[in-house]
């Protein structure tokens, strides 16, 4: 079963996503918090495989709760996922560079809800669609210059390549295309990248993809 926590401060949301999320038979929301700081309470006590998080809510906002889920070891298998109202929203960008594994927005279709939370437990991010690709472009381009690339320096020619598509969007299956090899040997590609440069989820290694300069937003369709 993949535990689901949320967090909302608007209760007919909430309601809205546990009637979908319960009605599924993998699927088992253990809680629910209408504040950042109840929902850091109920996550250490419940110990979920997933986090819906709204970024605005009174006491603790989402995104300073992400911060503080991410930077504490015995919660490094909780799998945030931001929920917006905009699809461009101005803290979204700052979300994943805190370590969420990607972002929805409220309004987004009940079977996108559904893959998106199987997907980040199975370790995946929402970074594939168009839409999401753009986000991260834009604010990428506000964001400071790219700093040194010396990190980039422990992977293989083939890692930072493999890099690169992920941070220009691509799935495993696509980046076995662009390479010709197998989706198992692209994935373990990515995985020791993950693990060589110390990114928590696949969302994390593409903003480092952007941060090092390795991705420039204007590379992308």
Not at 47 to 70: C, E, Q, Y
């Amino acid at each position: 079963m993949i535990r689901v926590l949320l967090a909302d401060d608007q209760v007919l949301v909430r309601a809205g996503f546990r009637a979908l999320l319960d009605a599924q038979r993998d699927i088992d929301v253990v809680g629910e918090a209408a504040d950042g700081e109840q929902a850091l309470r109920q996550i250490r006590e419940l110990a979920p495989d997933a986090v819906l998080m709204d970024i605005r809510m009174p006491v603790l906002d989402g995104l300073a709760a992400t911060r503080r889920i991410t930077a504490d070891p015995t919660l490094a298998d909780v799998k945030v996922v931001i929920l917006t109202t905009f699809e461009l929203d101005e803290y979204v960008f700052e979300a994943i560079r805190a370590g969420a594994s990607g972002f929805l927005v409220k309004d987004t279709e009940p079977a996108e809800l559904l893959r998106a939370v199987r997907a980040v437990v199975a370790g995946d991010a929402l970074l594939s669609p168009g839409v999401t690709r753009r986000l991260i472009a834009e604010f990428a381009a506000r964001s400071k210059q790219p700093a040194a690339a010396a990190a980039l320096d422990q992977l293989t020619e083939r890692e930072r390549e493999v890099m690169a598509l992920v941070g220009m969007g691509l799935s495993n299956e696509e980046i076995a295309r662009r390479l010709v090899v197998s989706p198992l040997t692209a994935k373990t590609h990515v995985s020791r990248a993950m693990v060589k440069l110390g990114a928590r989820d696949r969302a994390q290694l593409v903003v480092m993809a952007y941060e090092s300069g390795l991705v420039r937003p204007g590379w992308l369709g």
